[in-house]
């Protein structure tokens, strides 16, 4: 089975562009979860996506969106980049469903290499 | 809420010594609680999970975790450390709310130094 694909590896921005980061989940699998990595604040949620509907948000400003397709795959989108914003950007997916499997492998989280945003 | 506290930002032990990476979380339900390890510029690859059951778990790469509820603590253990360990950890509780949604919470991570 193939891993979770994150698009492009390697992005540079300048301030105020913006830019759409994407990732391919893990075949079945119907939940996608996009972090914030830097060594300052750590790996920090920004959004999960189960079925094409937002269900859960972590505190970042409305400058940071996504959504996600019919087929599960995801995309994240910054507008008016900030320096702030260059960091490793993960995506995660699990099968996060009511009726997938048991409880126990919901929550398991399979990780992608992730995209390294450079913003200058 | 649930959080995850990692005792110990950097750790440094010699090879071929045992690893202790401490894990101490808040739950106000049964947590789910899992270990990663990031090597330099990739992402986080399970290295094993609690769930239900055995409290004793055991991972990939000689690694184990032992939950007890009693201390709220879920430390990662390595017999004997090996240069190719030197990565960074990340603990991380979950639960599943109903209807199958999920929150993760990630702790600090702690960044393990394997010296010659």
């Not at chain 1, 189960?50 to 996504?66: A, C, D, I, L, V």
């Not at chain 2, 690893?19 to 094993?48: A, D, K, M």
Request: one cysteine or more.
């Amino acid at each position: 089975k193939a891993g979770v694909t994150q698009t492009p590896r390697y992005l540079i921005k300048t301030r105020g562009q913006q830019v759409t980061l994407s990732c391919s989940p893990i075949s079945g699998h119907r939940s996608v979860s996009w972090y914030q990595q830097t060594p300052g604040q750590g790996l920090q949620f920004l959004f999960e996506y189960f079925s094409e509907t937002q269900r859960n948000k972590g505190n970042f400003p409305g400058r940071f969106s996504g959504r996600q397709f019919s087929n599960s795959r995801s995309e994240m989108n910054v507008s008016t980049l900030e320096l702030g914003d260059s960091a490793l950007y993960l995506c995660a997916s699990s099968l996060g469903g009511p009726r997938d499997l048991a409880v126990k492998y919901r929550n398991e989280q399979f990780f992608g290499p992730g995209t390294r945003l450079t913003v200058l | 809420a649930q959080s995850v506290t990692q005792l110990g930002s950097h750790v440094s032990v010699s090879e071929g010594a045992l690893v202790l990476l401490r894990c101490n979380y808040s739950s106000s339900v049964p947590p789910y609680l899992f270990w990663y390890v990031q090597y330099p510029n990739q992402g986080l690859q399970l290295l094993l999970k609690y769930t239900t059951g055995a409290t004793l778990v055991k991972g990939i790469n000689g690694f184990e975790a032992e939950f007890k509820k009693s201390e709220t603590s879920f430390h990662l253990t390595k017999p004997s450390a090996h240069m190719s360990d030197a990565a960074e950890y990340f603990c991380a509780v979950s639960f599943a709310f109903s209807g199958g949604y999920q929150k993760v919470t990630f702790g600090t991570g702690t960044k393990l130094q394997v010296i010659p």
